[in-house]
């Protein structure tokens, strides 16, 4: 017959293990994209020369905000962009140095696609545009596919990092 202490060590060890195997399962949860990031870096690089490019200049800013029904505002502008734009030229040539964009967005494993619905550039309404990312803690980052932007000539590819907003 097993004694009452043996009984309670059994006990004892399975409850223990189902405690671990809750806090393994829960620690597997990924971290939610939902939410507002604020940019932190933008790099772009060119696919044929292997190089990256100062597409949005040294200190570009943005945010990108994810919210709890599933939909996305992305704005990311460049720096030293010309406040006193007047000309037609002028103003048309801002258009460079801003990636905005909104629509629902859908997270399958690692990546985020956008329904667009409006966008800085009307080519892109109605297209999916999708982006791999990984979240680590408070920092999200963002690697587009080769693509042809608008903003500028060439195959290229954006790698973007962004922190969560507090």
């Known amino acids: 017959?097993?004694?009452?202490?043996?009984?309670?060590s059994s006990m004892f060890i399975y409850l223990t293990g189902i405690g671990a195997q809750a806090v393994a399962a829960e620690s597997t949860t990924p971290p939610?994209?939902?939410?507002?990031?604020?940019?932190?870096?933008?790099?772009v690089e060119d696919q044929a020369t292997n190089t990256f490019?100062?597409?949005m200049g040294e200190h570009p800013t943005g945010r990108v905000i994810f919210t709890a029904d599933h939909r996305i505002n992305f704005v990311l502008t460049g720096d030293n962009r010309n406040t006193n734009a007047k000309t037609d030229a002028e103003k048309a040539a801002l258009l460079d140095s801003v990636i905005a964009y909104t629509g629902k967005w859908s997270v399958?494993?690692?990546?985020?696609?956008?329904?667009?619905?409006?966008?800085?550039?009307?080519?892109?309404v109605g297209t999916q545009q999708c982006r791999e990312f990984e979240i680590n803690g408070d920092t999200l980052?963002?690697?587009?596919?080769?693509?042809q932007m608008p903003n500028w000539p060439g195959i290229t590819r954006s790698i973007i990092t962004f922190k969560r907003d507090k």
């Open 1 to 8: 017959m097993l004694s009452l202490n043996k009984i309670l």
């Open 32 to 43: 939610s994209i939902e939410g507002s990031w604020v940019l932190v870096s933008y790099k």
């Open 53 to 55: 490019i100062p597409a």
């Open 108 to 124: 399958t494993g690692n990546k985020w696609c956008t329904d667009v619905e409006a966008a800085w550039n009307p080519k892109w």
């Open 141 to 147: 980052n963002v690697l587009t596919p080769w693509r």
